[in-house]
């Protein structure tokens, strides 16, 4: 089985291919700004590296979010146009959670930095599982959260992801319809917020 991992969450781009629990080639480049102009030709720049079509590809996993506003619009928007065109499953996957898939401790939380001190956040027991759904939150909030549960705080950038753990977490995860896919902003941007 080989799955296209693609992430355009943050500033980075990450793209990488797996196959039968091997890395055959992870693409990681900051990127800010720049995503529309270089995630489909990092795409094609993974396939060719491992000799592969891109119907050689049997499911995708993209993460929808929570992050950049307009990073996770083109990672959903390539996704879905691949997995329509080549009619491969496509599974989402969570930015805060992919951020602590392969680590160990008691409880986690994960951020991601929303400015003004606020915080796009996840807290997961040992076994990954939501203790609080994903959720906008602010500092006097977590700190809340850090007193009571005690977590292994991860804020680290998305080079440290574990491509591996995170396929094998995702991989029997129910697919969605391409049709159906859309980005997980938890919070939509102060400017879109301020028209409603």
Do not use: W
Request: with cysteine; glycine share 4%; charged share 25%.
């Amino acid at each position: 089985m080989r799955y296209l991992f693609i992430d355009t969450s943050s500033a980075d781009v990450s793209i990488a291919i797996v196959e039968n629990d091997n890395i055959l080639v992870n693409i990681f480049k900051n990127i800010p700004n720049k995503h529309s102009v270089y995630t489909v030709s990092f795409i094609d720049e993974a396939l060719k590296k491992c000799n592969l079509k891109p119907n050689d590809i049997d499911k995708i996993l993209v993460v929808t979010g929570p992050g950049s506003f307009t990073g996770l619009r083109i990672g959903v928007t390539i996704a879905k146009i691949y997995g329509y065109v080549l009619k491969k499953d496509i599974i989402e996957v969570s930015s805060l959670k992919a951020k602590i898939l392969g680590k160990k401790a008691k409880y986690f939380l994960s951020l991601i930095d929303a400015r003004n001190n606020n915080y796009y956040t996840g807290l997961y027991d040992s076994n990954y599982n939501e203790i609080i759904k994903e959720s906008f939150k602010n500092e006097n909030e977590i700190n809340k959260l850090i007193e009571e549960y005690n977590p292994l705080i991860i804020k680290e950038n998305n080079e440290n992801y574990d491509i591996i753990a995170i396929i094998n977490y995702y991989k029997n995860h129910n697919s969605c319809n391409p049709h159906s896919l859309v980005p997980n902003y938890l919070k939509l941007p102060q400017a879109l917020e301020d028209k409603k």
